[in-house]
């Protein structure tokens, strides 16, 4: 029903309203029960009346009424003050009541639309600001580090086309200019997703655990997976949260306790991977404390997705271990918070 036959339907109504309660103001001598309770429906229809839609009938209905009440003064001045009375009772004050209440209810929705509308345009400032802010971060990461791994890359190279150069110095400055080359390409691919804004939290790594123990190991860590072929595919967040671990617990493994045999565990179940990294006593100085953030900030992830992480010493040496389900309750918070590593 459209709202051109609602104001006709209620423009009607309110003239029947009216027309009862002016032929409810005459003879009021000896008023019956029926007539005075017919006031409270009265009333009631009038009150709904007025907080429903407007209709321009109004002024003539309450011009109408009014007359009808003036044209009987001429004949019994007390007819028309109770007609006039009848009027304002049953129709006049119930249907101001209900229009006042409407337009309050007006207003308070209009209220609501405006904070509404501002906390909008304030998250979209502040998402705006974000933007900017990483991509000033990315061109700052990219101005350093990537000058960094760039003149690394190109020592590399003169190394391994120095003249009276081993074989195996050649192939270690070799590996050591790939790795470099590979480092500088995921740096360029995460600066693109920080300056497009994307959410790198659902992108998947760009390799499987399996190669970052193959490349630790060909790099001279003594690491051993089982199984050998890792996890297998995982969901986004899931993979990527069981990469993280390996590769932060294996870069401790590498700082703290080099020369020390690393194992990494995989297993899986329906709901969860399952993911250990240990190591053994180490077998050389250990690298400096870095302020242990490392381990802390992986753990805030892995609870995120409803996981759990343990880390501490075990056997002589250090044990990392995450349960990590394949899909968490909190996705969409850890989507979120990927992105700031």
Request: glycine content about 12%; aromatic content about 4%; overall charge neutral.
């Amino acid at each position: 029903m459209n709202g051109r036959v609602l104001h006709v339907i209620n423009g009607l109504l309110l003239a029947a309203v009216a027309a009862v309660a002016v032929a409810n103001g005459f003879d009021t001598v000896s008023l019956p029960l029926w007539r005075q309770l017919l006031y409270l429906p009265l009333g009631g229809a009038a009150y709904l009346l007025g907080r429903s839609l407007p209709t321009p009938w109004e002024r003539w209905v309450f011009g109408a009424a009014a007359l009808a009440g003036a044209a009987a003064f001429p004949v019994d001045r007390g007819t028309g003050l109770t007609v006039l009375f009848s009027v304002a009772l049953a129709l006049a004050l119930p249907w101001l009541a209900g229009r006042y209440l409407r337009q309050q209810a007006q207003l308070v929705e209009a209220g609501r639309e405006r904070v509404a509308r501002l906390e909008r345009e304030q998250a979209h400032v502040a998402e705006r600001a974000r933007l900017r802010e990483r991509t000033r971060i990315a061109e700052d990461v990219h101005d350093s580090l990537g000058h960094a791994l760039a003149l690394m890359a190109l020592r590399a190279g003169a190394l391994e086309l120095a003249p009276g150069s081993d074989p195996e110095a050649r192939a270690a400055a070799a590996e050591l200019r790939s790795l470099a080359v590979q480092a500088t390409d995921r740096l360029r691919a995460t600066l693109a997703v920080l300056r497009a804004g994307e959410d790198p939290g659902t992108a998947v790594p760009d390799e499987p655990p399996a190669e970052l123990v193959r490349r630790a190991a060909e790099a001279g860590m003594r690491v051993r997976a089982e199984p050998e072929e890792g996890p297998g595919p995982l969901p986004p967040l899931a993979g990527r949260a069981v990469h993280r671990v390996v590769r932060e617990a294996l870069t401790n493994a590498a700082r703290y306790a080099p020369g020390a045999d690393v194992r990494v565990g995989f297993a899986r179940s329906a709901g969860a991977v399952e993911v250990s990294v240990a190591n053994g006593a180490p077998d050389g100085p250990a690298g400096p404390s870095g302020g242990g953030t490392g381990l802390a900030a992986l753990r805030a992830r892995v609870e995120l997705l409803g996981g759990e992480l343990g880390a501490g010493p075990e056997g002589g040496g250090f044990a990392v271990r995450a349960r990590i389900p394949l899909d968490g309750p909190a996705a969409p918070q850890a989507r979120e918070e990927e992105g700031d590593r």
